[in-house]
């Protein structure tokens, strides 16, 4: 599914680029030249508060340090937004890495679980910004009903992850695989189950971690606006940091919903240009914009990919080794 997604995605793209003109929106870049490369720095504090917002789901006497959380982090985000694995794998990167590093697996397994909530939470007040804004600064009914409604759809999808997991889901799961899987390993790894359900419970009962967790992770998403507004400023397309905010929040949330298209590769750009048209961007400077957010994709994540495969492959070596020797 992840790769008829990618595919479809990189038609999408080529097909923006080719009708609105592949030439004209290498010029718009072009004319920045290298000032685009401050683009990713202005981007960062936004993964170092996102990995603050991680660390609050952790016991403080038994958590993982906050680089190494950086680390799994940087390397987490980077898998899901350059691999075809509908943002999961780089979930269960980040879990093995902190696990690597000493965290215990239960910890790790359950911190990454909560995570993932709390990322979707986070999207609720910051696609309700986005369409506040939208409504406040363009008054357009039109764009704003469809916007309510995907927006609707993905928090009921939100609801529903979180449900699941309060019912237990890790546990429920080993239950139903023991009925077709008979092993002598099962029973442990049912217990495990149940005891990462446990923890799981144990986070969404501190609700003061939980919200903080919940309000830095939103925060951390309000921060890539700047990319956003110096990118257009870079431009020479002024615009204030309010109507960045509503173009990073609305898009963001388009992206959000299209999840199941690795790393919104042609719906990104789609929703610069129905959103960016709201603030009198054409359509080729909208691909350039998108384009322009992308530069961080080869600076900050392609290195987080690479340094992945370091780590996994020393890891790979190592055991082989191990497995020689004995």
């Not at 403080?60 to 985000?77: D, K, T, V």
């Not at 691999?83 to 093995?96: D, F, H, S, Y």
């Not at 003061?208 to 400023?233: D, G, P, Q």
């Not at 999840?259 to 709201?278: R, S, V």
Request: with cysteine; proline share 3%; charged share 15%.
């Amino acid at each position: 599914m992840s790769y008829l997604g990618l595919l479809l995605g990189l038609i999408i793209l080529t097909l923006l680029l080719a009708w609105f003109g592949l030439r004209e929106i290498l010029d718009l870049l072009l004319t920045s030249g290298w000032k685009l490369l401050l683009l990713p720095v202005v981007w960062s504090p936004a993964l170092i508060v996102a990995s603050y917002s991680w660390q609050f789901l952790f016991d403080a006497n038994r958590g993982p340090s906050f680089l190494n959380l950086l680390a799994a982090n940087w390397m987490g985000r980077a898998i899901n937004t350059l691999l075809p694995v509908a943002t999961i794998g780089g979930e269960i990167a980040k879990a093995r890495l902190i696990t690597l590093w000493g965290c215990r697996g239960i910890d790790a397994t359950a911190s990454v679980l909560v995570d993932k909530t709390v990322q979707a939470l986070a999207l609720i007040p910051w696609g309700i910004i986005g369409i506040i804004l939208l409504l406040a600064l363009t008054q357009d009914n039109q764009i704003a009903a469809p916007a309510l409604i995907g927006f609707s759809l993905l928090a009921m999808g939100i609801g529903g992850f979180i449900l699941v997991q309060r019912a237990g889901m890790f546990g429920n799961l080993a239950r139903i695989m023991n009925k077709f899987y008979r092993s002598d390993r099962w029973p442990n790894i049912s217990d495990h189950a149940r005891e990462i359900d446990q923890l799981v419970l144990d986070l969404y009962s501190n609700h003061r971690k939980f919200m903080l967790s919940v309000i830095l992770k939103t925060a951390s998403l309000m921060l890539e606006t700047f990319e956003i507004w110096l990118a257009c400023y870079l431009m020479n397309h002024n615009i204030s940091f309010i109507e960045a905010l509503m173009l990073k929040s609305l898009v963001s949330t388009v992206n959000n919903i299209a999840f199941f298209i690795p790393n919104a590769y042609g719906i990104q750009e789609g929703g610069f240009i129905l959103f960016g048209a709201l603030l009198g961007m054409s359509p080729d400077f909208s691909l350039a914009l998108s384009l322009a957010t992308r530069i961080r994709e080869i600076c900050i994540d392609l290195p987080g990919v690479v340094t992945w495969q370091i780590i996994e492959s020393r890891q790979f070596i190592n055991k082989k080794q191990k497995d020689y020797k004995t």
